[in-house]
Every structure is written in C-alpha cells, then in structure tokens.
C-alpha cells in the first residue's frame, strides 16, 4: 500500500531541534516550553489559535489572521488580554529570535489559562490567558496528491460546536482523519449535514467541472482566509467559481480537486473514495489557482 502523507507533511529540518518558542512573553527552547497540567487547553481543548505563514519576512494576510483569532476570542468569552499590536510584536520577537525569513510555519494559541482546580467551569481559570507561539522552519513536500475517504464524522450544527471556530476542541475531525486512514486516504472527507460534501478534517475542499470551480456554501466549514483568497482569485481572473451544495457525486465525476490551507496553499486531491480523479495529478486549472495565489503572496 502507498504510505500515507498529510497535506501538512513537510521537509525535514534540524534546525527546528534549536527552536525558541513563545509562551507568555518569554522565549524559551523547545526543551523547555511547557504549560501546566491545569492548563484550560490541555485539560479542556478551551481555546482558539491561528496558524501563519512567512513568505519573504512577512507573514501573509496577517491582518485577517489576527482579526480571526479575536473574533473567535470574542464568541467564546475569552479575554485574550493583549492588543493586536502586542501580539504582531510577538510574532517578530520570535521570527527574529530564531532567524527566520522565508518557508517557516506559526501556530499562535491562546487558551482560557491555568485553572484553580480541573473542571469545567470556565471560572476557574482566574490567572490569564495562556498564550505560546511555536515558529518552525517548514517547506511543503507533497510526494504525490493526497487521496480522500468518505467518513461519517460531520463538521455539525452551529449550536453543538460552530464549525467556524478555529479552536482547541478538533476530537471529531481527529476522528475523522483516524477512520480515513483506517479506509487507507490520507485524509478524511466530511459531508455536512444535509449529506453534501463540505471540507476535508483539516482543510477546505474544492473540485473542477468542466472548467467551474465549486467549493461548500460555507455554512459548516471553517472560514478559511485561503479559501476565501482562492474564490477572490477566481472572480478576480474569469475563473467561474460558484459556493454551493453538491454531492459526492459530483466529486466522483470532477475534472480536478484540490484542498486549501494556510500551510499548503493549495493541495491537488488524485482519489476521492477509490476513484481517480480527473488524471490523478495536479489539473491545469489548480495549477492556474496555484501561480496566481503565489504572486498574490509574493506582491
């Protein structure tokens, strides 16, 4: 059997042996970055994070990943307790520790803070936020394009937990990623509620028909910035690109299919449940995609 990849799979790197990270305003190497036990995170999953990527000493859409991670902060009552400005001075405090230019990753994660005793109520944790920035040396390297399976864990409704929430809480797509490589993908395609084909465990999803772009209507998947640049991209450059719901059906008999994501901007999908799709490689319309997200990026 092929072996899996992930579409967060990357080159390897010694130097991220030697890395310093950011956790609460002091840089610390990896040996060292810890959090506590009673940490509302690791106990709970009680907390949002953005994940950022470093293009030629800037990190792109930087804006938009920051007004994310506030907004989640907001809707789940969580008082992140520094400014925006604090936060970007972060991110540079770290990227500059550690020398980093061009091809490196940020995880930035805030959760509700150390808690007085471990239980739920969101009371007991009076110390502050914790917040760390991880900072990794991380070139992609996809070998082949990923394939997809079928699972029946759902990105659900927003009163159970908003799939729009970049949160710590990620048990059902793990879940899902765990029963796709049980079915031999690399990763898990998940269908909403309704049976229409959503976004992928870990990212969003895309197919090509007949030189039509489709991606979900957006109302149970993550509001990816990525997703959202390729959809501006396309009207942007006569690609016609529609949100809406379509079924597995659709996917089967697609020309191309690819995933979007902050870390591997956009990844091409060779097999959906089996089934080649298109070639089984990259289409010419996600190379397109592909070459002008690049000089987005690059501009």
Known sequence: MTQTVTTHQAEEDAR??????????????????????????????????????????RWA???????????????IDLDIGRTR????????????ANGMVHDSHARLMVTRGVKTRPFQHPSLS?????????????????PRPVRLATVPHMRGLPMTQDPKLNSHSKLN??????????????????????????????????I???????????????????????????RAHAIPVFKRNFSLVDCYGADEAFLTGTFGAQTPVGMIDGRVIGTGDSGPVTQR????????VGA
Request: proline residues 2%; contains cysteine.
């Open 16 to 57: 991220n042996e030697q890395i310093l990270i950011w956790v609460n305003g002091a840089l610390k190497p990896r040996v060292e970055a810890l959090v506590s036990v009673y940490d509302s995170g690791f106990m709970l999953g009680d907390g949002v994070w953005e994940g950022l990527r470093l293009y030629n000493g």
């Open 61 to 75: 859409f930087l804006d938009e990943h920051l007004d994310r991670l506030f907004e989640a902060a907001r809707a």
């Open 85 to 96: 400005e604090a936060l970007e001075s972060a991110l540079e405090e770290t990227r500059t």
């Open 126 to 142: 009076r110390q502050g936020p914790t917040i760390v920035i991880i900072m990794e040396h991380s070139r992609p390297k996809l």
């Open 173 to 206: 797509c793990i879940l899902a990623c765990i029963a796709a490589e049980k079915a031999g993908a690399d990763e898990a395609l998940m269908l909403d509620v309704h049976g229409f084909v959503n976004t992928t465990n870990a990212c969003n999803f895309f």
């Open 208 to 234: 090509v028909r007949k030189g039509e772009v489709w991606t979900s209507t957006g109302d149970y998947c993550m509001n990816g910035i990525t997703r959202r640049k390729v959809i501006d991209l396309c």
């Open 289 to 296: 995609i592909r070459e002008l997200y690049k000089q987005l």
